[in-house]
Structure formats: structure tokens, C-alpha cells
């Protein structure tokens, strides 16, 4: 493989892995609580919990950092395993 077919399928990793965590953590967050508003009586009418504005911001914030912190681990002991299937399976 050429340099830059490495660097486009890196990139390409990259950015699926990174996309695929942030949905997962949005969709983590939205599934068990919603924005405080109008359209649910500021949380009287909502079936999940209901947080205000600036909570669900740093609760999706955070859950998009954990998320993404597992996901660059995963990717990266993956990597490092394909890179290097000797050293994994003969370790002496």
C-alpha cells in the first residue's frame, strides 16, 4: 500500500470510529433523559427525567467523552494488534 492509501484508510477509521461514538452518545443521553422545555411543560408531561438546558449539555458532554475514550482505546489496541500479530502472540 502506498503512503497516502494508508493516510486515506486512517483517516477513514478515524473519523468512522469518532462519528460512530458520538452518535452512540447522544443516543445514550437522549434515551434516558430530556431537555426541560415548551413542548413538554418543562419536564411535568416527560416520561424520562427531565434536566435543564445547560445539565443536558454537560451531561452529553461528558458521556461523549467516556464514550470516546473507550472507543480511541479500542481502536488503538486493535491497530496495534493488527500492526503487530507476532509480538501478540508470542510474547516471550
Do not use: C, H
Not at 3 to 8: A, D, R
Not at 65 to 71: A, E, K, P, Q, T
Amino acid at each position: 500500500m502506498s503512503k497516502f492509501t494508508k493516510f486515506v484508510a486512517g483517516e477513514f477509521t478515524n473519523l468512522a470510529a469518532g462519528y460512530l461514538a458520538g452518535l452512540w452518545a447522544s443516543s445514550l443521553v437522549s434515551k434516558f433523559f430530556v431537555k426541560k422545555g415548551l413542548v413538554n411543560l418543562w419536564g411535568l408531561t416527560a416520561k424520562r427525567e427531565a434536566l435543564s438546558k445547560d445539565d443536558y449539555s454537560w451531561l452529553l458532554f461528558i458521556a461523549s467523552y467516556l464514550i470516546g475514550l473507550m472507543v480511541m482505546i479500542g481502536v488503538n489496541y486493535l491497530v496495534s494488534r493488527i500492526r503487530r500479530p507476532e509480538a501478540t502472540q508470542n510474547p516471550a
